[in-house]
Nanobody
């Protein structure tokens, strides 16, 4: 199986920064798109940022200018640099990836990490 494990969450004050990491392991030929999602209690899961294998990025309007998504393909690792954090950023953050398991073109399985808690106090 392929596993995704997030790390880097914690408790910070408004205005501070955190850097989240997501490490993928297992039988991986290539990781295609990688995303960060977040979900607060009572709210639906929302897409925070996405990055393609080629490095193209997109962000939710609520985090533009504050968050930066990046990846290290050699390490199968995804990052989310979060600056100027706000209480509204409080949520469980999840790593998402579509993974190609072989060199042959096939349906790309989707994998999720278990999440890491980010709490921002005011």
């Amino acid at each position: 199986q392929v596993q995704l494990v997030e790390s880097g969450g914690g408790l910070v004050q408004a205005g501070e920064s955190l850097r989240l990491s997501c490490v993928a392991s297992g039988n991986i030929f290539r990781i295609n798109v990688m995303d960060w999602y977040r979900q607060a209690p009572g709210k639906q899961r929302e897409l925070v940022a996405t990055i393609t294998s080629g490095g193209s990025t997109n962000y939710a309007d609520s985090v533009k200018g504050r968050f930066t998504i990046s990846r290290d393909n050699a390490k199968n690792t995804l990052y989310l640099q979060m600056n100027s954090l706000k209480p509204d950023d409080t949520a469980v953050y999840y790593c998402y990836a579509t993974v190609q398991l072989t060199a042959a073109p096939n349906v790309q399985p989707v994998y999720w990490g278990p999440g890491t808690q980010v709490t921002v106090s005011s």
